[in-house]
């Protein structure tokens, strides 16, 4: 990847006399979006009531399985699609009350490569810059080419560019207007290992310099390595939003595999009221919540009951537990409930 300096996000900094940036880049409250249905198809009630805050300068995870409503999310502030109810603001405007200036202040990065095949990207970025009322003065086509490495395919067909050059060329599309936050659909959905690493440094890149970042993904390697904030939906609802730390905290969930020194035909009664699985005759494993039992203490129990430790491992929870633990309970609307409030 080549090296990037971007320009500067609209607005991102605040120069003397500017108004202040606002907190929340973006801010919705109790967004609602049913489809309607159509001949056969039911109607489908695709966000049941989501609010969020996404701070300025933060580089933001929405992830959810496939059909959970990232997109719908972020087509209702692009202007793509119309909400049912609640309200959106993007960089403190209210997409109702002035959705021009909503609709100026972020840039969307689309899932779909559709660029015309027959323009060259200088033309596809002069062309955009255009439809947003950009002044040619004021355009920063060049600027853009290089900061996505594309300086030395300006004037190259955009049919011959590789699946990379496209994805980049759309990042530079979304930012012709220097809009301070930049939404990015699922930017590494069907592309290989290397290019994501490319692709992620890029839009790391973007947010050190000022941008906003939100990016849905269903990868969860992608939000653990990119976002430092993660909303996780499901089914049209936010069941968990947080920092990656404190969502990690969250889990508070840790296994302590105990190898011993004889074999054992039943679990030490000592371990009888833990979480605790005899696995051969040689292997216990313990589940245990780090912020209520002592490590120290369960291998005292062991060691109480006569046995020899030869050796231990532990076995944190990472992001991929907690999406399935959410994604999958079956009281899952009942944590969104609850975790909801805490975000109003
Ligand atoms: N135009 C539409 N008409 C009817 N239903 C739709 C429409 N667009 C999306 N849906 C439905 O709304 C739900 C949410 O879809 P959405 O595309 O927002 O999810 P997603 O999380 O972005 O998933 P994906 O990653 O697969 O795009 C799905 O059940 C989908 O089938």
Redesign the pocket.
Same mark, same amino acid.
């Given at each position: 990847m080549p090296d990037m300096t971007l320009p500067p996000a609209a607005g991102s900094g605040a120069p003397a006399g500017a108004v202040l940036p606002p907190d929340q880049a973006v801010e919705v409250h109790d967004l609602r979006k049913i489809?309607k249905g159509?001949g056969r198809?039911p109607a489908?009630e695709?966000l049941k009531g989501i609010s969020l805050s996404i701070p300025r300068g933060s580089l933001y995870g929405l992830l959810?399985? *496939?059909?959970?409503?990232?997109?719908?999310?972020i *087509?209702i502030l692009a202007g793509l699609v119309n909400k049912t109810s609640g309200t959106a603001r993007i960089w403190g405007i209210d997409i109702d009350r002035d959705a021009r200036s909503a609709r100026a202040a972020i840039g969307v990065v689309p899932?779909e490569l559709n660029l015309d095949p027959f323009f060259t990207p200088r033309e596809i970025l002069d062309l955009q810059a255009g439809l947003y009322g950009v002044p040619k003065r004021e355009r920063q086509t060049d600027r853009l080419l290089e900061a996505v490495g594309l300086q030395d395919k300006a004037d190259a067909y955009a049919r011959t560019l590789s699946g990379g050059m496209r994805r980049r060329l759309m990042v530079a599309k979304a930012m012709v207007h220097a809009p301070p936050v930049l939404v990015l659909?699922?930017p590494t959905a069907g592309v290989d290992v290397e290019l994501r690493q490319s692709l992620w440094a890029h839009v790391r890149e973007l947010n050190r310099a000022g941008t906003t970042v939100v990016l849905?993904t269903?990868y969860l390697e992608e939000a653990e390595q990119l976002c430092d904030t993660i909303a996780i939906?499901n089914h049209?609802q936010v069941v968990a939003c947080d920092s990656k730390q404190q969502l990690l905290k969250r889990l508070d969930q840790k296994e302590l595999v105990v190898h011993l020194g004889q074999d054992v035909d039943a679990l030490p009664e000592a371990l009888a009221a833990c979480d605790a699985e005899l696995q051969g005759s040689r292997r216990i494993v313990i589940r245990y919540q780090p912020s209520r039992a002592r490590v120290g203490d369960i291998l005292g129990a062991v060691s109480a009951a006569g046995l020899s430790i030869v050796d231990l491992t532990t076995v944190e929870s990472d992001l991929e537990d907690l999406f399935l633990q959410l994604t999958r309970a079956p009281q899952a609307a009942a944590v969104a409930t609850a975790h909801d409030d805490e975000y109003r």
């Open positions: 489809y159509t198809a489908k695709a959810g399985p *496939n059909g959970a409503g990232k997109s719908t999310f *087509n899932q659909d699922e849905t269903h939906v049209g």
